[in-house]
């Protein structure tokens, strides 16, 4: 209690950015996101950044903090053990104004893998209830958790150069091809395999470092990795 | 600059995209745009936990489920509406099933459902305990197969444009770039969520600030019912997040610094299930009696899970046990949480008919925005995601009807001319010396204080008072980020103007209706008054402050009774 932190925060206004420092007031569990609204209540209206759940659900608030991507609203700032809190947008990202960078290429890769299940007897009027045992269920939940912070994208040795796909977007397809209820794995994996896919991945595996919800994308990555080899050759040889 | 789309949804949770799946299936020919604040995945639909309630086995029945929703709506809900909505929900829940949602199994891999307050049975339907999370990633990855739905990623909306009592379109700023769009559209669905940010303590995400009905209410369509606001029990301390109501679903206890289970004093019969409304009231009546925890952030009540065991939490409420950690320092495995009621749901809203009609032609509303009523004064738990789903889908189909049997007619465009002046010369800008953040803040002070659990007419018109104030002072508030890309400084003025309107009718709403049901509760007047007041209120927004207006309830088989748990 009664203690106060430096935030460094990088801004950018559209043509320059420049670095700003305010003092803030913390008290034990505040939040980087708290400390984010104080500046902006208190001191700088001009102040961008995304937030919404504030629960580290929703995805919007990741950020660079002490060079570390992480969600703003689940980082205590007393817990970075340090009075001086360096905010920067993510990395791989490109920067519309302060912390908010453009998202739209990241969702189109989403988009690209086709995340969604995929069956030749789809009934919209009339569904029936598909089983699905809950070791099935285990098979894929965990790369169900994603929620698209892009903190996994932001560190990507691969995702520096535009096109990869990303380990995001890889899992997505993973998690589809992994549930039971799907019939679309070929699709996908004939998606993940092209040139901008999973060859591009360096195993470099920061991305399962710094992933806030534990769902490990590398993993993902490599197993899309050797279905899609033998998807390759399959194809390849017509089997 | 214009675009032009058959059917314009704003808002992308759950209804929203609901709506837009619903439209898309009715015909592939119509083109349907999909206008959001918030990146889809990013609404606050996410935050949702326990589940979605519905009729899936033998043991249970739709006149069960209409009957519990409607008692636990202190007979408010129009009836109609209800028993379309409990007809309507289970294949809802087969067809997310089909579309991927990773809906919690039983061994022999049929859906699991677990109890709820108010229920009379395992009636909600769960994905562990992030089931408003999986329900949004699913309905998003879904309408990615659609290519008649367009996305329209943050933008905000600033206002409907009606001509002759019909829809013609939107307007709304695209953020990234800060240029007012006109959206020309023969229907719009208005799915923008609740007012939950009119509250300080709240489980609401920042972006929920009714939006959507203060625009329409603005534009003369009529609010229902926005005196009703429910209070979840289980609210985090001090962040006010969410700890669902399957906590105690799945077992758990709300003990008193005593170690009693008070709830036996309140509802012997259904315990810590008892609907939210009454749940609510005992505990606050716990803290007010001294039998609350002492913290540092004030009093609170244990909500206890330790009973439960380790693997049982670990499988049921993950996000609760990381959330409990993460945001309260406490292991639920070892220790209570400590919680206390929270702003949680808004059961007004946009004046509906049970096709999600509203009073213009061709506007329709569904979920959180909407008040058809299925909630009337008291929610039950697992009926607003469910109530998404149905109702979603109805004012897609209903909207796509309309529109395939609609000439297109093109929005005057002065309209567009008035919008764009009054947005970029009046508003953006625009100097003062007001804040907005200090005029949201006290505006969440006098609600949290004066139109909380039990509220009194000298409170409420003390609130009346002070809103009043702060509408005044907002005339003279400061937009300090003059650039137009991704103003935010922009968006919380507006959003604060909104909230500034809604609370006027939550408040003056709730000071002329002299009785207590539901979640309004006035110690005044402390017991049900069938006789004056079983009737939904209707605010019709005038400069000089709203207009009241009252409609009957619809009834059709159940008769109010004395509601006891």
Known sequence: MGSEVTFRIKRFDGEKSYWQTFKVPVYRGMTVLEGLYYIKENYDGTLAFRASCRMSVCGSCAIKINGKPRLACETQILSLGSSNIDIEPLDNFKVIKDLITDFEGFFKKHEHVKPYIIRKDDNYENPTEILQTPEQLYAYYDFTLCIKCGACYSVCPAAAREDYLGPAAITAAYRFNADSRDGGSEIRYALVCGDNGVWRCHFAAECSEVCPKQIDPAKAVQKMRVKAALHTIKSIFGW | ?565
């Open chain 2, 1 to 565: 600059m214009k675009v032009q789309h058959d059917i314009v949804i704003v808002g992308a949770g759950l209804a929203g995209m609901r709506a837009a799946i619903a439209a898309a299936e009715k015909s592939r020919e119509l083109s349907i745009a999909v206008v959001s604040k918030t990146y889809p995945i990013r609404c606050h639909s996410v935050c949702a936990e326990g589940g979605t309630a519905a009729v899936l086995r033998e043991d249970d029945s739709f006149d069960l489920h209409a009957w519990d929703t409607i008692k636990g709506s202190d007979f408010l809900a129009d009836q109609d509406a209800v028993e379309l909505f409990v007809r309507e929900m289970p294949k809802e829940i087969l067809r997310l099933n089909s579309w991927g949602c990773p809906w919690s199994r039983l061994e022999d891999g049929r859906i699991a459902q677990r109890p709820f307050g108010g229920h009379s049975v395992d009636r909600t339907v769960f994905a562990a305990d992030r089931t408003g999370f999986h329900e949004v990633h699913t309905l998003y990855e879904r309408m990615l197969m659609y290519p008649n739905i367009v996305r329209y990623d943050e933008y905000f909306l600033t206002s409907l444009v009606i001509e002759d009592n019909e829809v013609r379109g939107i307007t709304a700023i695209e953020l990234k770039t800060g240029d007012l769009i006109l959206f020309e559209a023969k229907a719009v669905i208005l799915a923008t969520g609740g007012a939950g940010r009119l509250y300080g303590f709240t489980t609401y995400s920042h972006t929920v600030t009714g939006d959507g009905m203060a625009i329409a209410y603005r534009a003369g369509v009529p609010l229902k019912d926005m005196e009703f606001v429910q209070f979840h029990p289980t609210g985090l301390v001090p962040s006010g997040i969410l700890m669902t109501e399957a906590c105690r679903g799945e077992g758990g206890y709300l003990r008193n610094k005593l170690g009693e289970r008070f709830m036996q004093k309140y509802a012997p019969e259904r315990m810590e299930l008892a609907p939210r409304d009454v749940v609510a009231r005992a505990m606050y009546t716990e803290i007010r009696e001294g039998r609350g925890f002492e913290g540092p952030y004030g009093p609170y009540i244990a909500l206890d899970l330790t009973h439960l065991g380790e693997d049982r939490i670990n499988e049921r409420l993950p996000l609760i046990r990381d959330a409990a950690m993460k945001f309260a320092g406490v292991d639920p495995v070892e220790e209570p949480i400590p919680v206390r009621p929270v702003a949680h749901y808004t059961m007004g809203g946009v004046h509906t008919n049970i096709n999600c009609e509203t009073t213009v032609k061709g506007l329709y509303a569904a979920g959180e925005v909407a008040c058809v009523s299925i909630h009337g004064a008291n929610r039950l738990g697992s009926n607003s995601t469910a109530e998404c789903l149905v109702f979603g889908r109805i004012a897609g189909e209903k909207a796509a009807e309309y529109a395939l049997s609609k000439e297109f007619r093109h929005a005057p465009q002065e309209a567009y001319k008035a919008e764009e002046k009054r947005i970029f010369d009046e508003f953006l800008g625009k100097s003062g010396d007001e804040s907005a953040y200090q005029i949201k803040k006290e505006l969440n002070e006098t609600m949290d204080k004066n139109l909380w659990i039990f509220r009194r007419a000298e409170g409420i018109k003390e609130a009346i008072r002070k809103i009043k104030e702060l509408k005044e002072r907002y005339r003279n508030v400061e937009i300090v980020d003059r650039e137009r890309k991704f103003n935010t400084d922009l968006l919380t003025a507006f959003e604060v103007g909104f909230m500034l309107d809604l609370a006027e009718v939550v408040a003056i709403g709730a000071l002329n209706r002299t009785e207590s049901r539901g979640a309004h509760f006035r110690e005044d007047y402390p017991k049900r008054d069938d006789v004056n007041w079983l009737k939904h209120t209707l605010a019709y927004y005038t400069p000089d402050g709203p207009k009241f207006d009252y409609i009957p309830v619809t009834i059709t088989k159940w008769e109010p009774v004395e509601r006891k748990y």
